[in-house]
Structures are given as structure tokens and as C-alpha cells.
């Protein structure tokens, strides 16, 4: 059994309910086999993109190409699309094998195809032994697995989920993210999923597809919306960020891009941000340096770094594998920082603590203009001696 997943195009699309826009130009696409994931906050608009794909809703504009050919005249059934959501409701009356086969028995195959198909689908879904069981006689992830299984039965080239592991508690639902990803990834279909979670979209995609409001933010790789989110409201929604305010002191042009030497209140140091010339210059005095907590260090001795500064701890959280401080500098500006339970437990009793971190992780925000981002490059790190 192997389904190759389709290509899947989206142009423009707008949706309007009465003034209400839900959805304004999404444009996105996903290559075939790939599985994208729209992550936004509840009412940003997931749901519709999902129905309007499927065909259950229409747009006011812009085109849906699945496999190149523009699906506007194709009804849902035409589209051929599986669907899992939240609410994945099994017919309760039927058997786990009889909601596997009902798709195919919609579709006409003949019995000895029903047989081998839903057959094949039970084992991979991991219900081997409980064809016979009702729904209600199934746990919540075997439930769960039903309803995927019945989804891709018919081999659709494109699947959709709309938050179908809302309901599950956390551990099925981290083991259901895995046996999701496996078995799309083991028959390549295409998979353009919804959640609001960000773990669950940093873990399984290939793609995200940050949304707010109807408007797509980004669209890029796990990694690149985490380490290069392309605005503030991207660094702010992935992760923790720490947004630090800034002034550019001085700006030249040097060889292929402009540079800007920037005072923050946390560091003697300029930090020097590169942007490359290509871009608009955006001749700004005030920006703001996004900084993960992750990347701010707790300094074991004093080692000279260049962009050191003091803090003492407000407030920390133990997370098991780290602390979570809050800590609070001399200039009174709060930073979140990850501390490992070892250093936590050495230094922690220490009035004041010294951090450091490497302009190199800074991106840097100018806040005027918060749609646009520009990476720090200049790497500050100067080895202890
Ligand atoms: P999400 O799935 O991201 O939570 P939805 O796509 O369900 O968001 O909804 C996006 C916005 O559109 C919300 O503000 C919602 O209230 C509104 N909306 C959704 N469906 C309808 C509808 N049938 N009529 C009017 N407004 C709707
Ligand atoms: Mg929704």
C-alpha cells in the first residue's frame, strides 16, 4: 500500500463572514509528501482555511491548486481529501472495522478490496485485534486511531486535521504526534494540520505557517521561524524571547551592507548589527534585540566576555531538566534565562549573578517598523584566556 501525496497551492485566498474578514491573501504551499502546519492562537482564522480547502466553505478570492489543477469547481467529495478533527466522531454503532470500511463502501470497491484495505490499515494504526470492538469499547488514542485510520483508508493524497489531539491527555498526545507523523510519513501523504500548540508544530512539521487574524506571519521550517522569526509578533509567539530596547548610536556603510552600532542598557558594549544592503535601510533610532533565553549564560567565573552583565534573580521555576529565572539587572529590566539545575543550585544563593551571551544570537527588531526583522551577525565571543 503507498499513497504518493499531491502538491498543494494556496493563492490569495479571502473570506469574509458578513464585514468580518477571516482570512486575508493567505497565500501558501506545501511540496507533496511534506506536512504543514497553520499555527495561531483560537479564531485566527485556521478553521475556515481548512473548510475552504476541503470545500465545505468558499472563498470570496484567490485559488486552491492541488496538484496544479485549481479545485474551485470540485465539490468536497470530488476533492477526495481526508479529514480528521477534534471531534472525529466514529459511528458508534459500527464496529472498528466497519468505520474503516465505510469510506471505501461510499467509493463502491468491491469486498475483497475492503478486506485487504482495511486490513492493512488496522495493522498500521496498531488496532490489530479489536476489528470487532465498538467505540465505546476503545480507549481515547485507540479511538483516535480509528478515526485516522477511516481518514486515510482510501488512500487521499491530501490529508487535513484540525486540532484532532486537542482532547487527549498529554502523554497520548505526544504519542499520538509520533504515530501520526510516522504513518503520514510512511505513506507520504500530504498533511496540512491545525493546532494552536506550538510544541506539536515544532515537532512534527516540515513547514509552519504562523497565523494571526486571518493573516499569515510566516511560513518557513521549525528551525527558521524559532532562530529567525521574521517579525515581533513571530519571535513573541514561538517560544520565550526576551525583548530588549535599544538605540542605534552610529550607522555607516561598510563594503555590502549597512551597519549599526547599538546601545542597550544592559551591556557596556555596542552591539554591531549588520543588514545587508539589498534591504530597505530603515533608519531608525530605536530597536528592540530579541534575545531566547536559552542563549543567555550564566557565567561561572569572571571570564572577561564582551556582553556580560549582573543580575539577581527574582523569581524561578524548576522545569525538571532546567530552572526557568526571571532575573533582574542594574538598569531594572526583566530577563527570562534557562538555568541548568546544576549551576541553579551552585550559584543561586549568590546576591548577584553575571550573564553573558553572544551578539551573534540577537536578532534584532526595529520597532518602529515591527514587521521587519534583521539578524545580528558579528559574532562577540571572546574565549575566557
Ligand atoms: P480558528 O480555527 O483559528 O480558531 P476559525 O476559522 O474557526 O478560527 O474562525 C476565525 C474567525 O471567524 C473567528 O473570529 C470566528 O468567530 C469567525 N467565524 C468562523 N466561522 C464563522 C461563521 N460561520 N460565521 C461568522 N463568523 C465566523
Ligand atoms: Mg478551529
Not at 556582553?307 to 526557568?324: E, H, K, L, Q, T
Request: overall charge neutral.
Amino acid at each position: 500500500m503507498s499513497t504518493i501525496g499531491q502538491s498543494i497551492k494556496i493563492e490569495n485566498v479571502s473570506k469574509f463572514y458578513g464585514s468580518f474578514q477571516a482570512l486575508d491573501t493567505v497565500s501558501l504551499e506545501a511540496a507533496p509528501g511534506k506536512f504543514l502546519t497553520i499555527l495561531g492562537s483560537s479564531g485566527s482564522g485556521k478553521t475556515t482555511l481548512l473548510k475552504i480547502i476541503a470545500g465545505f466553505e468558499a472563498a470570496n478570492s484567490g485559488q486552491i491548486f492541488i496538484n496544479g489543477e485549481d479545485v474551485a469547481r470540485k465539490k468536497a467529495y470530488e476533492r477526495n481529501i481526508g479529514m480528521l478533527f477534534q471531534n472525529y466522531a466514529l459511528f458508534p454503532h459500527m464496529t472498528v472495522e466497519e468505520n474503516i470500511a465505510y469510506p471505501l463502501k461510499l467509493r463502491k470497491c468491491s469486498k475483497a478490496e475492503i478486506g485487504e484495505r482495511v486490513n492493512d490499515i488496522i495493522k498500521l494504526v496498531k488496532l490489530d485485534g479489536m476489528e470487532k470492538r465498538l467505540p465505546k469499547q476503545l480507549s481515547g488514542g485507540q479511538q483516535q486511531r480509528c478515526a485516522l485510520a477511516r481518514a486515510i483508508v482510501y488512500n487521499p493524497p491530501l490529508l487535513l486535521l484540525d486540532e484532532p489531539l486537542g482532547a487527549l491527555d498529554k502523554n497520548l498526545r505526544h504519542e499520538m504526534q509520533f504515530e501520526i507523523k510516522r504513518i503520514q510519513n510512511e505513506l507520504g501523504i500530504t498533511t496540512i494540520s491545525v493546532t494552536h500548540d506550538q510544541e506539536e508544530a515544532l515537532t512534527m512539521s516540515d513547514k509552519i505557517c504562523i497565523m494571526s487574524h486571518g493573516v499569515i506571519q510566516q511560513c518557513s521550517s521549525p528551525e527558521e521561524i524559532y532562530e529567525e522569526p521574521k517579525n515581533q509578533f513571530v519571535a513573541e509567539f514561538i517560544g520565550n524571547t526576551n525583548l530588549i530596547k535599544g538605540v542605534v548610536e552610529s550607522k555607516k556603510k561598510e563594503s555590502d551592507c549597512w551597519v549599526s552600532m547599538v546601545k542597550t542598557g544592559l551591556t557596556e558594549e555596542l552591539i554591531r548589527v549588520e543588514e545587508p544592503l539589498d534591504r530597505r535601510q530603515y533608519n531608525l533610532d530605536d530597536v528592540l534585540l530579541a534575545l531566547r533565553p536559552e542563549l543567555i549564560h550564566l557565567m561561572k567565573e569572571r571570564e572577561g566576555h564582551i556582553n556580560s552583565f549582573r543580575a539577581s534573580i527574582v523569581n524561578s521555576v524548576y522545569m525538571g531538566d532546567y530552572y526557568r529565572v526571571l532575573v533582574k539587572t542594574r538598569d531594572s529590566s526583566e530577563l527570562s534565562v534557562k538555568i541548568s539545575p546544576e549551576a541553579y543550585r551552585k550559584y543561586a544563593g549568590e546576591k548577584e549573578l553575571e550573564f553573558f551571551f553572544n551578539a551573534n544570537c540577537v536578532t534584532t527588531i526595529y520597532e518602529k517598523e515591527k514587521g521587519v526583522i534583521l539578524k545580528t551577525v558579528e559574532d562577540r565571543f571572546i574565549p575566557a584566556a
